[in-house]
């Protein structure tokens, strides 16, 4: 009976061992395809520690950089970011300054953003504030030429950014996001451009309709998206539309807008959640990047 239980004992430590080894190579695995590989940099925040990781060329050029910021969806977490490395290259090219911040959950919030930001709630916004800040300390920043660019959760955090930082952020784009139909505090003194990218067929974020949160009041029902298109155009005036159709996608631009500004809309009529690696014939990143670098805070947007 006893040589018995012994051997129980050691097959369960066996299963035990295997596990634990079974949970760290799969953990180093995703990690390794997944995780943030970029240089960390600790900030405090008031009196909370924070990071972020950030990106920067080679080039020995002193003059002043945009800076991008990749905001990522989930859990905002130590991840890449979809097509990081695209986006690197192309900062390498262009000598662009990428950052990738880390969110935190933070009291009852079910997301790792802030959403729905008020006057007591303002602990991203101002961990944003200090991030811009600590990078000009460290590089030659172009003031004017700051943008954002989210995914998913960060999609809609991007929203915040154009509520209440569209004095720092020259334009936006996001992919999977939305944002609440009735904001606390959305009164930006500029317009700020924005691009937004949603599949048809998104399974998390619904395109057509709108919805709650499972556990989280205080931010309120979130937009549909042909609602959050509606509300941004409305807002800034815009007096023109242009729509170009092809069969997997509808590019919708609103021009003429109040303070030279445009909401450009790509509808992808078979799209899902998943970051699409194209729109049109080419690369996302690429297309996303020349909606932003049209615009800068002292400039109109040019004509290309």
């Given at each position: ?93 262009l000598d662009i300054v990428l950052v990738v911040p880390v969110g935190e959950h933070v009291q009852?919030?079910?997301g790792a953003w802030q959403l729905n930001t008020s006057a007591s709630t303002y602990q991203d ?153 194209t729109l049109g014939e080419r690369p996302t990143h690429e297309v996303i990047w020349a909606f ?13």
């Amino acid at each position: 009976m006893q040589r018995r239980l012994k051997l129980a004992g050691l097959v369960l430590l066996g299963i035990a061992v295997l596990t634990t080894l079974g949970y760290q190579w799969y953990l180093a695995w995703v990690t390794r395809e997944y995780g943030q590989h970029l240089p960390r940099i600790d900030i405090t925040v008031d009196t909370t520690d924070r990071e972020y990781y950030a990106f920067t060329s080679h080039s020995a050029s002193d003059a002043p950089k945009p800076l991008v910021f990749l905001l990522n969806g989930g859990d905002a977490g130590h991840w890449r970011f979809p097509q990081q490395f695209a986006w690197q290259a192309l900062a390498e090219e262009l000598d662009i300054v990428l950052v990738v911040p880390v969110g935190e959950h933070v009291q009852d919030n079910e997301g790792a953003w802030q959403l729905n930001t008020s006057a007591s709630t303002y602990q991203d916004i101002d961990y944003i504030n200090h991030i811009i800040d600590d990078v000009a300390e460290r590089h030659v920043i172009d003031p004017d030429r700051l943008y954002a660019v989210g995914y998913s959760l960060g999609s809609m955090f991007a929203y915040e950014l154009a509520c209440h930082l569209s004095h720092r952020f020259a334009a936006i784009a996001s992919f999977a996001g939305s944002m609440p139909i009735r904001p606390t505090a959305c009164d930006p003194k500029r317009h700020v451009p924005l691009m937004h990218i949603h599949g048809v067929n998104d399974p998390i974020i619904a395109y057509a309709k709108t919805w709650d949160w499972k556990h989280w009041p205080t931010v309120g029902t979130m937009r549909d998206v042909p609602g959050l298109v509606a509300f941004w155009r409305s807002r800034y005036r815009c007096r023109t539309v242009d729509i170009a159709e092809s069969p997997n996608e509808v590019h919708t631009v609103y021009a003429e807008c109040e303070q030279n500004a445009t909401v450009e809309h790509y509808q992808l009529l078979a799209g899902t959640h998943e970051w699409p690696a194209t729109l049109g014939e080419r690369p996302t990143h690429e297309v996303i990047w020349a909606f932003l670098s049209r615009y800068a805070l002292t400039q109109t947007a040019s004509s290309t």
